[in-house]
T-cell receptor, first 114, second 109 residues
């Protein structure tokens, strides 16, 4: 199993450009998450999904969109990139959510918006 | 005030020393997680606990629900333990984690 994979590893965007961060998991997990990590700050939840076709907002959803057409894939779309979106983005998945949940994280995508 | 606070923010230790990282939270929780973020950026889950104490190798995690506090201990620290250690809590109601800011640990040989 590859676990959770993310592409690209690093990207530079100009202000106003758009891009999609890809996330794929091969563990047949129902739950998937997108987080951003800013320097010195804790991970913040952007969006999450409890299964194919179902997504919901997290703490910091503005400027992002997601879709979940399959169990495996959970892409994160940035429209009109802004410098405030410079961050490291982590995708995670878990088989369920609850007391015994363990989240499995991807390696992260470092995004720089100039 | 953040719901999850970690201390210290940074910690430097000599190889072999005993290390303690603290996590305090202000909300009712159903579980608390400790994660390790390697220098390369990857994040792995170390422990999940809702009461008492768990041990894995040289790592020990404890939680006191009444005091809303958890500690992560590293015994006989080694340079390979150098990483950022992150505390996260699952609220008693809800299916999302809230993360602390992390504790950066450097173990010198």
């Amino acid at each position: 199993n590859a676990g959770v994979t993310q592409t690209p590893k690093f990207r530079i965007l100009k202000i106003g450009q758009s891009m999609t961060l890809q996330c794929t998991q091969d563990m047949n997990h129902n739950y998937m998450y997108w987080y951003r990590q800013d320097p010195g700050m804790g991970l913040k939840l952007i969006y999450y999904s409890v299964g194919a076709g179902i997504t919901d907002k997290g703490e910091v959803p503005n400027g992002y969109n997601v879709s979940r057409s399959t169990t495996e894939d959970f892409p994160l779309r940035l429209e009109l990139a802004a410098p405030s979106q410079t961050s490291v983005y982590f995708c995670a998945s878990s088989p369920w959510a609850g007391e015994q949940e363990t989240q499995y994280f991807g390696p992260g995508t470092r995004l720089l918006v100039l | 005030k953040n719901e999850v606070e970690q201390s210290p923010q940074n910690l430097t230790a000599q190889e072999g020393e005993f290390i303690t990282i603290n996590c305090s939270y202000s909300v009712g929780i159903s579980a608390l997680h400790w994660l390790q973020q390697h220098p390369g950026g990857g994040i792995v889950s170390l422990f999940m606990l809702s009461s008492g104490k768990k041990k894995h190798g040289r790592l020990i995690a404890t939680i006191n629900i009444q005091e809303k506090h958890s500690s992560l201990h590293i015994t006989a620290s080694h340079p390979r333990d150098s990483a950022v250690y992150i505390c996260a809590v699952r609220r008693a109601a809800g299916n999302k984690l809230t993360f602390g800011g992390g504790t950066r640990v450097l173990v010198k040989p």
